[in-house]
């Protein structure tokens, strides 16, 4: 029998590949920032895939070096005065090689699960 350990361990492993991609799909529903990201993908995934937002930075710029994704820098929302100092965000959105990826992700995506789903049953 395994330990719980070993299968946090395992489980840890095999869902950090999917990381990029969760990030790709919700990029590709809107423009967004990474703080969001991370709860967004969270919450659609219940949990499963938790990204932190010490980890996010490196998988967006490695995604902004492949060229899939833009990262722009945009006013952060105050509510204090104009006169205050402007803060500015990063936000990502997909390039015209990411929404192409994606097409090609989705499809390859349904097929990985449809295997593994197949091996599990047998």
């Known amino acids: 029998m395994s330990s719980p350990e070993q299968l ?7 869902k950090k590949g999917f990381a990029k991609p969760f990030i790709l799909l919700s990029l590709a529903k809107k423009t967004n ?13 219940k949990g499963q895939i938790a990204i932190t937002g010490s980890n996010i930075y490196p998988i967006l710029k490695d995604l ?11 006013p952060k929302p105050s509510k204090r005065s ?6 500015y965000r990063s936000e990502y959105s997909l ?23 197949d091996f599990i049953e047998e």
Do not use: C, H, M
Not at 8 to 14: A, D, G, H, M, P
Not at 64 to 74: A, F, M, P, Q, S
């Open 8 to 14: 946090v361990k395992w489980t840890t492993e095999y």
């Open 33 to 45: 920032y990474p703080y969001s990201l991370t709860r967004e993908i969270n919450s659609l995934t």
């Open 64 to 74: 902004v070096d492949e060229g899939l994704i833009n990262k722009e820098k945009v």
């Open 82 to 87: 104009d006169t205050a100092k402007k803060q």
């Open 95 to 117: 390039t015209k090689e990411g929404e192409e990826l994606i097409v090609d992700l989705k499809q390859s995506l349904k097929e990985f699960v449809d295997i593994i789903t």
